[in-house]
C-alpha cells in the first residue's frame, strides 16, 4: 500500500472542489458588480 498516492488521489479533488468553490465566488462577484454598474446606469439615465 503506497501511502504517498493515497493521500495524491484524495488530495486531488479536494484541492479541485476548492479551485472550483473559488471560481464561482468570483464569477457571482463578478455578475454582482456588473449588474451593480447596469442598474447605476439605468438609474442616472432615468434621473437626468
Given at each position: 500500500m503506497d501511502?504517498?498516492?493515497l493521500t495524491?488521489?484524495?488530495g486531488i479533488?479536494?484541492?479541485s472542489a476548492d479551485l472550483v468553490l473559488?471560481?464561482?465566488i468570483d464569477s457571482v462577484d463578478y455578475?454582482?458588480?456588473g449588474i451593480?454598474?447596469?442598474a447605476?446606469?439605468?438609474l442616472s439615465s432615468f434621473g437626468s
Open positions: 501511502f504517498g498516492s495524491a488521489a484524495i479533488p479536494f484541492g473559488a471560481g464561482i455578475v454582482l458588480s451593480t454598474a447596469v447605476g446606469n439605468v
